[in-house]
């Protein structure tokens, strides 16, 4: 196998790219320490979080010139996500810590006023050269898959007078810089490791050397138009049925037992779902470990092989949630951290975890102490080492209906889907225990804690919907929209592709996910984008 050498400098999870590298038939080796860099022949720099913490720790290690002199001596070199921002001068994320100025120019933060930030999801990558010219099989049919809130901006000619190539993408009003690539140099914002087939065949384009070949035109995608896609997210919620087998399991109103028997609802194998749901164009798959509440997460090591399974085959985000909390181990008799057990899930292939009960405790506690953060919560330990793109935060709502706006002290919506007594508000109560325990926490005093805390995106479920194919709570999903910048996910209700395009049309949510009503196989995730594209909404399609 040939091989191809990853530098090891505390670059946040990279996992992910690991997998796909081996599954395009070559192996890794890792860099770990600055001499060994002039053994690399093929030289990956990878890098998720944050700027100015990856670029101290490259620099402490004594990487900067040894890099710099890879790059030099022509040895095809690649750099990914933190890699490609490494390239340059500098980023406002952090001002004080130097690129490698290898490539002009400095990352601006998106512009949050009109569009959420972090940037999450499937956007262009379309080169500057005109022609039928594929620039390491980039093409302006396929999206690829970004997570970041710095980007370089984009503007016509700079770059290209110093001979790179421009791939661009456009957020927002904002066109940034999505790749570039120069002789034997290639670096991308987007993630190809999580870009499925696209972002395969740019990275294995890089692996063979391949810089430039003939633009395969799908006649079929002749509409592909810059920006973000829609994002569509297919969610597995996942549970040691009665007989200890880990089975893809759906509740109505989160009460996931058989209406007769009483057995848990068993809709399939998790790793094969997961696959499924890939194949047909999910743009992510996210596990939900729903009785993490009560097993310690360490010992979930069948929840771990799942993750393991499913991230050599599936090469879009995937997220895990369930258990994400300081946890004591009764084994070695000593509380594990949070970040420990992300850790642990992010080793196993995870791209994201997902935090909901410790989510809501962190932040009665944040209010509770004058809204003081105290770095030692889950979300700011995890959100530190691996970027707030890392930690997502799981909400479980329900509504509490009110007479009047004034009858209480949290933040309500005036609904048109009435109370039992005709009542015209409601708030929504934070719950904790999948559901089984309601805090004295409104939804909106959650999201705008955790943002704080550094979370990077919002997993917004609602009980009252969950499994009732009712369509999504619009009301919901318009106050916590406009609560926070950071992308809020549309969850629990859709029971077809019309309820898709209705909280995308009637509400300015980034991403919207289904459970049910895949795992029963009423829709597919390809039949939901088909509707979705015949409505002008623009969707990512599955390539082969
Ligand atoms: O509290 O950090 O241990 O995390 C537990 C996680 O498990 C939370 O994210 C919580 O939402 C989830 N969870 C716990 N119990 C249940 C349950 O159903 N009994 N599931 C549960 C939550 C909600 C959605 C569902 C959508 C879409 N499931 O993920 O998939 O509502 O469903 P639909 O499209 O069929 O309507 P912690």
């Given at each position: 196998m040939p091989t191809v050498h990853l530098l090891d400098y505390?670059?946040?999870?990279?996992r992910s790219l690991v997998n796909a590298i081996e599954k395009l038939g070559w192996q890794v080796e890792w860099?770990?320490?600055?001499?060994?860099?002039?053994?690399?022949?093929t030289l990956i720099l990878p890098g998720v979080g944050h700027f100015g913490h990856c670029l101290t720790q490259f620099a402490k290690a004594g990487y900067v010139e040894p890099v710099k002199q890879h790059i030099r001596s022509g040895k095809p070199f690649m750099g990914i996500c933190v890699g490609i921002q490494a390239?340059?001068?500098?980023?406002a994320e952090n001002s004080s810590v130097p690129g490698l100025?290898?490539?002009k120019g400095r990352l601006e933060r998106f512009r949050d006023d009109e569009k959420s930030v972090p940037h999450i999801g499937w956007n262009s990558a379309n080169t500057?050269?005109?022609?039928e010219e594929s620039v390491y099989g980039m093409s302006p049919d396929s999206k690829y898959y970004y997570v970041h809130s710095y980007a370089v901006p984009y503007r016509e000619g700079e770059l290209e007078k110093d001979g790179w190539t421009v791939a661009t993408a456009k957020y927002g009003s904002e066109q940034f810089v999505g790749a570039v690539a120069r002789d034997n140099v290639l670096a991308t914002q987007f993630h190809p490791e999580k870009s499925g087939a696209a972002g395969l065949r740019v990275l294995r384009a890089f692996l063979e050397g391949k810089q430039s070949q003939p633009l395969t035109k799908d006649p079929s995608s002749a509409?592909?138009?810059e920006g973000l896609t829609r994002r569509i997210i297919a969610c597995l919620d996942v549970r040691a049925n009665d007989q200890g087998d880990l089975v893809v399991t759906k509740g109505d109103q989160y009460d996931v037992?058989?209406?007769?028997?009483?057995?848990?609802r068993n809709l399939g194998k998790p790793v094969e779902k997961a696959q499924q749901y890939y194949e047909q164009g999910a743009d992510e798959v996210t596990f939900l470990n729903i009785t993490s509440f009560r097993d310690t997460p360490l010992k979930d090591m069948p929840m771990l092989e799942v993750l393991r399974q499913t991230a050599a085959t599936t090469f879009v985000p995937l997220t895990i949630g369930g258990g994400i909390r300081d946890t004591f181990d009764p084994e070695t008799q000593r509380t594990v951290p949070a970040l420990e057990v992300a850790t642990l899930y992010f080793k196993s292939g995870a791209d994201k975890v997902s935090i909901g009960s410790d989510a809501v405790t962190a932040a009665e506690q944040y209010h509770a102490s004058s809204?003081?953060?105290?770095?030692?919560t889950a979300i700011e330990t995890i959100s530190e080492a691996y970027?707030?793109?890392a930690v997502v935060v799981s909400v479980d709502p329900k509504r509490v209906y009110v007479s009047?706006?004034?009858?209480?002290i949290h933040n309500t919506v005036e609904t048109?889907?009435?109370?039992?007594?005709?009542?015209k508000h409601c708030w929504y109560a934070c719950t904790i225990k999948g559901g089984r325990e309601t805090r004295d926490l409104d939804v909106i005093q959650l999201v705008t804690a955790v943002e704080v805390m550094g979370a990077g995106e919002i997993l917004l479920n609602c009980i009252d919907k969950d499994?009732?194919?009712?369509?999504?709570d619009l009301e919901l999903i318009r106050s916590v929209k406009a609560a926070v910048k950071i992308p809020v996910i549309a969850s629990s209700?859709?029971?077809?592709a019309g309820h898709f395009a209705e909280v995308f049309e009637k509400t300015n949510v980034d991403a919207a996910l289904g459970a049910g009503m895949f795992h029963r196989g009423e829709w597919t995730v390809k039949q939901v984008k088909e509707e979705l594209g015949k409505k002008g909404l623009m969707v990512r399609r599955f390539e082969e």
């Open positions: 505390a670059a946040g999870n990279v860099i770990k320490s600055p001499d060994e860099v002039a053994k690399a022949e390239l340059f001068e500098g980023s100025g290898v490539i500057s050269l005109r022609g509409s592909t138009k037992r058989e209406k007769s028997g009483n057995a848990v809204r003081t953060l105290t770095g030692k970027g707030a793109q009047t706006p004034d009858s209480t048109s889907m009435l109370g039992p007594k005709g009542e499994g009732t194919n009712s369509g999504f209700g859709a029971g077809n």
